[in-house]
């Protein structure tokens, strides 16, 4: 986007004329003297972009990124303007009245060097001309007609010509000079905020901030105004987990983006979370199964309450046996329903006369169904025994999505043992947990 100098951001007036190589302090409103950014046509590049303010100093090359526009090819001049309204003009007359290469009046972008460029102590503009502060540095393209028919004079205003203008940081002091850099323009973002509940109680709040940012996100908890963590951005996303809730308790939180070197920080929206009023622990079933001494079948039994198998065979090079995990019951009457999970993850098998001889969880698998009609929740996805795992890690049985009507959930599951055939003979016992999240 092209610059605006400070006298289109501060709307200063330039007016009345100055001798050559002299400085006049301009009437702050006078109606000649308008630099209007309508007219302004782009930004002038200098190189170098700094320099000393000494005999030769001052840039050697300027070039703008087009030329000067059909009507406003008569001539050309250079003048700086600084924040009080002083002009300092360049000697002697005009710039430029001739369309020649690189001055911009035939309409190719300019590309000056030398005089024509700046070089400001020497060709034009006197030590004495400059002073410190923030100047804007103008070259104009004047229109094909003045009132009189002649050319404007070096000392006019820039009036109704078309110019490319530059801001510069003059320090006479110092006797340097340096492109004033361009304002960022940042970017507004927008932060929005989802939690999600952890495994043990806490609540996960995560971030996310577009257009993607850097820079970190602070988490508060908007009741108290306590910051309850932090995380930093990762393409546009940060969390913290927040942990020692209230059971039965509504907490209310935020997330406050603070802005990076391109972005403006932003506030998200205010995410409820409304914990259980009635954890429900984790419970546990056994299940225990005896391998035979001999290849001829295998039988799987259960403590009281526990999960009856079928007799099991051996199968190819694997034990197999089946049987069925009763019923279970998940009963829901919060008010506000939130989504839920009812996990199950079985331990090793251990031999119950030799721990030292064990077989691993993932022989277990089920395939979870739902019992009778007015189901609130939905049945978890079958897990095949001896693969992927089995049920050695956490697996769906049952789960509900936010916003169900119905109370309750009743699933069952048919349960599948899929050990290697080479394991030792003996009665194994191993726990499936239930964990409802």
């Known amino acids: 986007m092209p610059r605006t100098s400070f006298l289109r951001r501060a709307g200063a007036l330039v007016a009345a004329a100055v001798a050559a190589a002299t400085l006049t302090a301009m009437p702050a409103q006078a109606a000649n003297g308008v630099l209007d950014p309508a007219n302004r046509l782009g930004d002038i ?99 094909g007609e003045t009132p009189d028919g002649t050319y404007p004079a070096t000392t006019d205003p820039v009036g109704t010509a078309k110019y490319f203008s530059v801001d510069v940081r003059i320090d006479t002091e110092a006797k340097t000079w340096a492109v004033d850099a361009a304002p960022v323009e940042k970017v507004d973002t927008t932060t929005t905020l989802t939690p999600t509940a952890g495994n043990d109680g806490s609540v996960i709040l995560t971030a996310a901030v577009v257009p993607a940012a850097t820079g970190s996100v602070s988490f508060v908890n908007t009741a108290t105004g306590a910051q309850v963590g932090a995380g930093t951005l990762a393409d546009g996303s940060a969390s913290a987990t927040v942990a020692g809730l209230t059971a ?39 299940i225990t199964v005896t391998i035979p001494a001999s290849a001829t079948g295998l039988k799987f039994t259960v403590t009281p309450g526990a999960v009856a198998l079928s007799q099991a065979t051996l199968d190819g090079t694997s034990y197999v046996a089946s049987g069925t995990l009763g019923a279970v019951t998940v009963s829901d009457s919060r008010t506000t329903r939130t989504p839920w999970t009812l996990n199950g ?25 739902l019992v009778g009609t007015g189901n609130a929740g939905t049945a978890g996805a079958a897990v095949a025994p001896g693969a992927n795992g089995g049920l050695s890690t956490d697996k769906a049985l049952a789960q509900a999505t936010a916003g169900v009507t119905g109370d309750e959930t009743r699933v069952e599951a048919g349960i599948a043992l899929k050990a290697p055939s080479d394991v030792a003979a003996g009665e194994y016992t191993a726990t499936l947990t239930l964990t409802l999240i």
Not at 249 to 257: C, G, L, P, Q
Not at 361 to 368: D, E, I, N, R, V
Request: proline share 7%.
């Open 248 to 286: 039965g308790t509504e907490y209310r939180f935020k997330a406050v983006y603070g802005g990076d070197a391109a972005h403006n920080g932003s506030e998200s929206n205010e995410a409820v979370v409304t914990t259980v009023a009635e954890p429900q622990p984790p419970q546990q079933t056994d």
């Open 45 to 143: 590049t200098l190189t170098p972009s700094s320099g000393a303010l000494a005999t030769g100093g001052g840039p050697t090359g300027l070039t703008t990124a087009v030329g000067c526009p059909d009507g406003f090819r008569k001539s050309s001049r250079v003048l700086f303007i600084w924040e009080d309204g002083t002009q300092a003009s360049k000697w002697p007359g005009i710039v430029q009245a001739a369309a020649a290469a690189g001055n911009g009046l035939d309409g190719q972008p300019m590309a000056r060097t030398g005089t024509s460029a700046a070089r400001w102590i020497t060709a034009g503009f006197p030590a004495s001309a400059f002073q410190s502060g923030l100047a804007t540095y103008v070259v104009t393209c004047d229109p």
């Open 345 to 369: 993850r079985a331990g090793a098998f251990v031999n119950k006369a030799d721990a030292t001889k064990t077989f691993a969880a993932s022989a277990l698998g089920w395939t979870p169904a």
